[in-house]
Structure formats: C-alpha cells, structure tokens
C-alpha cells in the first residue's frame, strides 16, 4: 500500500499533534455534487452505484477532487448488511429504503445468517480496495456500517418510520428475540467492518442514527451494548498503524461518557451539545468529531466562516478534534458554500495548534 501523503486525520483521532484541524463531512459523495447526480443517473439506480466497484469509487473520490478534505469516506449505504440477509431492499423514489421481507417473527430471526463479506458483500469489499488504490495515499479512507440497534429498526419496520412502534414493540413485548436479532446484526457487523480494514480501510465509523430515540435504560441495553461488542472484536492495527474506531449516536448526548467508556477512539458529536461541554466531560480519553449544524451551509460564505470559528474556540486549543458536520450535509447546498466551509477549517484551526 503507498504511503499517507495526508495523515492529519488518522493522528487527531488518536490525539496526536497536527499543524491544523482536520476535516471532512458526513455524505460527503452526494447529491450536493452535480457530478454526483450525473454519476447516479449513469450507474442507473442509487444500488446498482453501491454495487459498482468503479462507479462507488469514482463518486468517493469526487468531493476530493473538488475540496482540500482530509479524508475519503467509502460510498456505500448502511442498509448493505439486511439486503445481503436476504431482506429484498429497494429504495423507490421519494418513499426511502423499502425492505420486501421484514423481520418481525421468532422464526424469521432465527432465519437470519451473518453474511460473507467477501460474499454476499464483496462489491463492497471491492469497492474499499479499488478505492485505496486510486487514491494512492492523498487522504485515509473511511470504512463504516450502521449500529445494530440502527439496522434493525429498518429490518423490524420494513424501512424508515416515524414512531418506531414495530421494534420498540419488540424490545419491550420480546426483549430475548431482539436480542436475538441484534446479536446476529452485531455479529455482521464486526465481520463487515473487520473485512472492510482487511480490504484496505484506515479508520472506521459506526453510525447509530437511531440510538437517541430511546430512554437511557434502553440504549445500554440494546444499542451502546452491541456497538462495544462491536469495538471490542475489531482489527486496530493494519498496514503497520492504528485503525482507529469512531462512535457516532445522534441525539446521543447525554450518554457521552458511557460511549467514551466501550473503547473507541472517537466520538462524533451532533450539533445539539456544545464541543466544550463534550470535551469538559470525556477529557481526553476520546477524540470528538463534529459538530456544526448541516444547515449552517444554507448560510453565506461570511457566515459559515464565522461559525466555523465559533464551533474551532467550542473544542478550544489542543489535539483531538477533526471538524465535521453534526449530520450528514443536505442536498440543496451549493457546493461553492461548502468550498468556504472547508478553507474556513484550516485557515482558522491554525492558532489552536501552535
């Protein structure tokens, strides 16, 4: 594997000195891009460019192609793992991810298998290695997977929902078949993610966007318990470095130390809690990632700047901090705001290192 040109990422995770903060977004390869959306209408449907190799390479690449980012994060969907269990996945236009199988009965939990991943999942796996290959060590590159907790809502549900009654019915009525469930889910995704650092990826993310909906009893219980089964099986070291592991629960607040406490590397922040109050109360055992508000962007150049800085003095001075939105940047944005955004992160992060 060729050298790291740009390692400022991967050292602020583990807490280590940078000349500046480093940054990148969530959903950074999306549908903000114009070439994106030509990408998109070339590959045919949003699965059919998840499952092109080429095709997902090419639209992780795109956002560095146009902006200094300080990493690539892999173009892929969270809901790859059901789809490969056999659950039928579609994504119908405007209506969201749609599952044709959902799992909602003893038997159909006990059907579920942990998929192969250089199997049922190999498009994916080759997507991360034709990914490092082509960005030849400018930035690392992120490999990540939904939370248990965050794929089984979609598999309990049958796709998005608004109250969640389904799998919260579930954990309440049949709290040993959820169980069930989310132990295979865990499962698949320890060996997914652990696939994905053996094809190449230099850090990884669990995304648990659906952590927050639940009272703090129940997200010990039957979220943060399968992420750190999760951290606790995963590869840290490859290629002769660290593999650092970044933990993200939105809406997931008030449960930092808990999180801080299952031994990943970082925390991602949303944009509801201030980074100082974050890092007053993990000091240093974690990194935080985060946390300006997506629609900041919508804002002027002059603005986002401004923002920037208030979100830079939040962390203060000192290692430990890579910029990032607090959710994933909307559709509707220009991509010149984002450009600003970007040179506002180093050019401002400069003195907080010094």
């Known amino acids: 594997m060729s050298e790291l040109k740009n390692d400022r990422f991967l050292r602020a995770l583990l807490r280590q000195p940078v000349d500046v903060t480093p940054v990148w977004m969530m959903r950074q390869a999306g549908r903000y891009l114009p070439e994106y959306r030509a990408t998109r209408a070339?590959?045919?449907?949003?699965?059919?460019?998840?499952?092109?190799?080429?095709?997902?390479?090419?639209?992780?690449?795109?956002?560095?192609?146009?902006?200094?980012?300080?990493?690539a994060?892999?173009?892929?969907?969270?809901?790859?793992?059901?789809?490969?269990?056999?659950?039928?996945?579609?994504?119908?236009?405007?209506?969201?991810?749609?599952?044709?199988?959902?799992?909602?009965?003893?038997?159909?939990?006990?059907?579920?298998?942990?998929?192969?991943?250089?199997?049922?999942?190999?498009?994916?796996?080759?997507?991360?290695?034709?990914?490092?290959r082509e960005l030849n060590g400018r930035v690392p590159l992120i490999g990540f997977s939904g939370s248990p907790w965050t794929l089984a809502t979609y598999m309990v549900e049958g796709g998005g929902s608004k109250e969640f009654g389904k799998v919260k019915g579930?954990?309440?009525?049949?709290?040993?078949?959820?169980?069930?469930?989310?132990?295979?889910?865990?499962?698949?995704?320890?060996?997914?993610?652990n696939a994905q650092i053996a094809a190449g990826a230099q850090a990884v993310m669990i995304f648990d966007t659906w952590g927050g909906l639940l009272t703090p009893r129940d997200y010990k219980e039957f979220s943060?318990?399968?992420?750190?089964?999760?951290?606790?099986?995963?590869?840290?070291?490859?290629?002769?470095?660290?593999?650092?592991?970044?933990?993200?629960?939105?809406?997931?607040g008030q449960w930092?130390?808990?999180?801080?406490?299952?031994?990943?590397?970082?925390?991602?922040?949303?944009?509801?809690?201030?980074?100082?109050?974050a890092r007053g109360r993990v000091g240093d055992r974690v990194a935080l990632q985060g946390n300006m508000d997506p629609c900041i962007l919508y804002a002027s150049p002059e603005r986002i700047r401004t923002e920037v800085g208030t979100?830079?003095?939040?962390?203060?001075?000192?290692?430990?901090?890579?910029?990032?939105?607090?959710?994933?940047i909307h559709p509707h944005i220009d991509p010149e705001n984002v450009g600003a955004f970007i040179n506002a992160v180093h050019d401002l992060s400069k003195p907080y290192h010094q």
């Open 42 to 71: 070339k590959a045919g449907s949003f699965m059919d460019l998840c499952k092109s190799p080429e095709l997902a390479c090419e639209v992780t690449i795109q956002p560095l192609d146009r902006y200094p980012l300080d990493a």
């Open 73 to 132: 994060i892999l173009f892929s969907d969270i809901l790859t793992i059901p789809d490969a269990m056999g659950l039928g996945l579609s994504f119908n236009t405007g209506e969201g991810p749609q599952f044709a199988n959902p799992v909602r009965t003893p038997q159909d939990v006990k059907n579920l298998g942990v998929p192969d991943p250089e199997g049922e999942l190999k498009y994916v796996m080759d997507a991360v290695r034709t990914i490092r």
């Open 170 to 193: 579930m954990i309440f009525d049949r709290p040993d078949l959820a169980h069930q469930l989310l132990d295979t889910v865990a499962q698949s995704v320890t060996s997914y993610l």
């Open 224 to 252: 943060l318990r399968y992420m750190q089964q999760i951290v606790e099986q995963l590869t840290r070291e490859a290629d002769g470095r660290k593999v650092p592991v970044i933990m993200f629960t939105k809406g997931g």
């Open 256 to 277: 930092l130390e808990a999180m801080a406490d299952t031994g990943c590397d970082a925390l991602g922040i949303d944009w509801t809690l201030d980074l100082a109050d």
């Open 311 to 328: 979100v830079l003095k939040s962390f203060g001075h000192g290692n430990g901090h890579v910029f990032n939105l607090g959710h994933g």
